[in-house]
């Protein structure tokens, strides 16, 4: 009896495993029709599909694919030049996983209640798009998106919300993550580890738990820009060891901790951007931070300080800046020195506490702008810096990219 109970249990739970051949036939379900290359859902579906064939489209037709928790709802391994759309998956490991897999589209999903959303591992030119993925990896620390050791891929209008982590990078190289709605997640928005030579662009990334962004462990030849990272649980943008990266032209505000904070990290720019109301500082050079180079920026109304850097941060150069009604606009711990300016006509930065005369008119205090003994902007100017882009470019930026997000919305309704 004892037996019997349990093989019936075992046939409940146990889920199909269903299979499009290389040779195009479908193999565990009645309930995806073929025209050619052309697969379509007929129907919900309990089970895991193994693709085994290029060049086809499969289109889930608004119906939904559940596993069992530990499967994979699309597994795709060496297959190339395949699009799966319009499908809802659930209740799998990874709904999405590709592995050695090339030129494949994943757009117009929903992919809710997984570990981990989408999964790519060693692929190439993958498109990831205009897809919801939302409460995945609440469980067991798991991602919304997750690239690993993978190249020249694309992640680009996707609402990526409520996951542990929204979007994770890791190991891998010249991808282009932009125009992403990345809200509320548990932990970091978008974090990339060990990797170079990628772009994190006009995104919005809002209330994550931790960091906005993080570019952890050596990341190099990053290019932020243009993104709206705003009301983050610590830091807006987070850069650990890392060199030679580009974050510019974002808005970064409200942050639990700082706007921007670096670690460990040289050779990096850091130009127009608007860094405003931070709870601690705007811009935080921590531990061995130095040779980077710091201008065109507007910091304002930070709670502890505008700029804030460790003794062995040194090096940096820091010019051309707004520092406007910061609780600090600079602190300097004992001992680094730093360069405030950039020498004569060219100038300083605009502090909105300097209290110096400009008896000549060039626009240029007459005295130095005093931060400790050993840092000090010899020019500092009279008036807001004036060829600042962002303030005009910022607005438009986050308009443009709340109105995209709301249009797309209203379009899967």
């Not at 982590?165 to 978008?190: F, Y």
């Not at 505008?306 to 820091?318: A, F, T």
């Not at 004036?386 to 308009?399: H, K």
Request: hydrophobic share 30%; glycine share 10%.
């Amino acid at each position: 009896m004892s037996v019997l109970f349990a093989l019936e249990i075992q046939m409940v739970n146990a889920i199909d495993t269903i299979r499009i051949r290389s040779d195009g036939s479908v193999e565990g379900t009645t309930k995806i029709q073929r025209d050619g290359n052309i697969y379509t859902f007929t129907s919900d579906i309990v089970g895991a599909i193994v693709l085994e064939k290029s060049g086809i489209v499969i289109d889930g037709n608004g119906y939904t694919l559940t596993g069992d928790g530990n499967n994979h709802g699309f597994y795709l391994t060496s297959v190339s030049d395949t699009t799966i759309k319009n499908v809802r998956i659930e209740s799998c490991n990874n709904g999405f996983y590709l592995t050695s897999s090339f030129n494949n589209n994943i757009t117009g999903n929903t992919v809710t209640g997984n570990n981990v959303g989408i999964y790519v591992s060693n692929s190439e030119n993958i498109v990831i798009t205009e897809n919801d993925v939302q409460d995945n990896g609440l469980a067991s620390d798991g991602y919304g998106i997750n690239l690993v050791g993978s190249n020249n891929n694309i992640v680009s209008n996707n609402d990526v919300l409520s996951n542990y982590l929204g979007i994770r990078v890791l190991e891998s190289s010249n991808n282009l993550i932009t125009e992403n709605n990345v809200n509320d997640n548990n932990r970091v928005g978008i974090y990339s580890r060990q990797s170079e030579n990628d772009t994190i662009s006009n995104n919005l990334v809002a209330n994550n738990g931790d960091d906005g962004i993080q570019l952890a462990y050596s990341p190099t030849n990053y290019y932020v820009s243009g993104n709206y990272i705003t009301s983050n649980g610590l830091n807006g943008v987070e850069i650990e060891y890392g060199s030679n990266s580009t974050i510019t032209e974002n808005l970064i505000e409200n942050s639990g901790e700082n706007g921007i904070r670096a670690f460990d990290s040289t050779n990096n720019t850091i130009s127009r951007n608007n860094i405003e109301n931070n709870n601690a500082n705007g811009i935080y050079l921590q531990s061995n931070s130095y040779d980077n180079v710091i201008f065109l920026n507007n910091i304002t109304s930070n709670s502890e300080n505008g700029i804030c850097h460790y003794p062995n941060s040194q090096n940096n150069l820091i010019y051309h800046n707004n520092f406007i009604n910061n609780g600090n606009q600079a602190t300097s711990y004992t001992g680094g020195i730093n360069t405030w300016d950039n020498g004569f006509p060219s100038g300083g930065n605009y502090w909105s506490d300097y209290d110096g005369q400009d008896n000549n008119e060039d626009g240029i205090g007459d005295t130095p702008y005093i931060i400790d003994e050993n840092n000090r902007d010899n020019y500092p100017s009279m008036n807001v810096i004036p060829e600042f882009p962002s303030l005009i470019i910022l607005p438009l930026l986050v308009t443009a990219t709340l109105g995209i997000i709301i249009c797309r919305k209203k379009l899967k309704l």
